[in-house]
């Protein structure tokens, strides 16, 4: 009867802890949060939603969507990642891509890490558990080694993340016509059509060929002896494109540098504890009893937490790191991270999406999985204990 119990739990507690790998999936692919700003000189009318923006895991999308109206026939949605960038440029605000540089760049890695995690909490047995770490970590490790340091390496990360580095990029001069390297793309996107079918144009491929030759553009502006070859890893496009975002509006290298050495010592330094980690986490897999095997599943039971402390933090970043080129002053402030709030005439909004509530929906769903596994630990060790 004990063993029927214990056997029981064994499967429910598996079925909860995949669901939650799936609820990490979709969380990541989804936008976690929202923000939009409102004032008067943006009606409603023509702004129903105001200017909004998405957060993503790996990128900032745009918000707007295409207006529905008897008035005005649009085609495109405002581009309200430009409109947001440019209204806070205004106040010495850096643009939204240059924040959360490497959370962006590691992202895929991160969830990828935390699905491991989860699949080797569910694997049944010691020789499962081994078997599923050393196999997901592994090639996580693989992976991750090669889009940060390999050639083209950038291309093993998500579209949304090189779209979003071209798009941010290609957000210089007039929103209403095709500038720097958006034209850039949109030229290589007619050369491939004119000698292909679209649906095998390698969108990721354009993606990074319109990158390497804004990069290239760049290096050549550089004095011969700080000249880099373009080689397309993740670390060097990362870089690269921290430092751009970083002047596009406000050209301080004496302010802007030491942020992209920092950040390029962050990624190298996250690169290894990510590693270490990972050999870590194989130990985790030996034994149930061990305190450091729960590790496992309160990692990414705190992944709504990590979200809100990462978003907070860089919210608090905009808002104290004004840049004195902008055209107007403001004290440093602290951006509404949930709710509603003002700055200057503009009021913003706030709130979380659907990949958040993916993110609570995982954690809840773990937690029920963990107190189902720690309850038939306890039983099998007391069936243990009385034979």
Known sequence: MQNAKTDRRGIIYRVLTLISVVLIGLAFVSPGWW????????????????????????????????????????????????EMDTINHYVGMYPIASGGPVEKAF?????AMLAVMLLVFAAPGRK????????????????MTMALYGEN???????????????????????????????????????????????????KQEYLDTLRKAYQLDDLKRPADEREEWNGSLMQVFKWHYSKSLGRWFNDPARNDPLVQTMDG??????????????????????????????????PMALPIGFLAEYAGWLWWYGHTLNSMGAFTLKPFMPTVFGDGKVAQFATHSYPAAGFGFMVASSAVLLFAALIRLKQVRLAGDAAARM
């Open 153 to 203: 390496g950038a291309k093993l990360h998500t579209t949304n993340y090189l779209s979003g580095m071209v798009v941010s990029l290609g957000q210089e001069g007039s929103s209403s016509n095709l500038s720097g390297i958006v034209a850039i793309l949109q030229d290589s996107l007619n050369e491939s059509e004119a000698t292909t079918t679209v649906e095998e144009v390698d969108e």
């Open 35 to 82: 923000v939009s700003l409102t004032a008067p000189n943006y009606p409603e009318a023509t702004f129903p939603q105001g200017i909004r923006i998405l957060f993503h895991m790996d990128s900032v999308q745009n918000g707007c969507s295409i207006r529905e109206s008897d008035e005005v026939v649009e085609t495109e949605a405002l581009d309200c990642v430009h």
């Open 107 to 111: 992202s895929p890695f991160l969830f």
């Open 266 to 299: 962050v990624a190298q330094v996250l690169y290894a504890i990510i590693m270490a980690l990972m050999v870590l986490m194989v130990f985790a897999a030996w034994s149930v009893r061990s305190i450091f095997h729960w590790i496992l599943v309160l990692a």
């Open 128 to 143: 499962g558990r081994i078997i599923v770490s050393v196999v997901g970590y592994g090639a996580l490790a693989t992976w």
